[in-house]
């Protein structure tokens, strides 16, 4: 934590803010977490990837379901990596639901 707060202090931007947000969200539980997240401008983080995966993970540790989902499907929206765009709505959301994601290489390994 003592590495964001000075982070934040010398380099506030939103990078720096979400990253600060989820740091805090493991550290002292996603309600303080999403407090982080709530200061910052909505047009700021309205094509924000991260801040929406960060918002989505926050909300999930909280229960909060339908509002993690829809958190998540913008983050999926926006992600930029094709294999994320490439997973099925449907799909995506029964992961999220569960509560874990896994992570299927879609490379071979150097031999």
Known sequence: MLFY????????????????AAAVG??????AGLAVLHGTDPDDVSSYQPYWAVRAHLLQRLG???EAAEA??????????????RVPPPKTRLIFSLGSVEITPRYPSPK
């Not at 982070?7 to 506030?12: E, G, H, K, Q, T």
């Open 26 to 31: 493991e550290a002292r539980g996603p309600e």
């Open 72 to 85: 998540f499907d913008r983050a999926i929206g926006l992600a930029e990596d094709p294999a994320v765009e």
């Open 64 to 66: 909060k379901t339908s």
């Open 5 to 20: 707060d000075q982070l934040v202090r010398i380099a506030p931007t939103l990078g720096t803010r979400t990253g600060y």
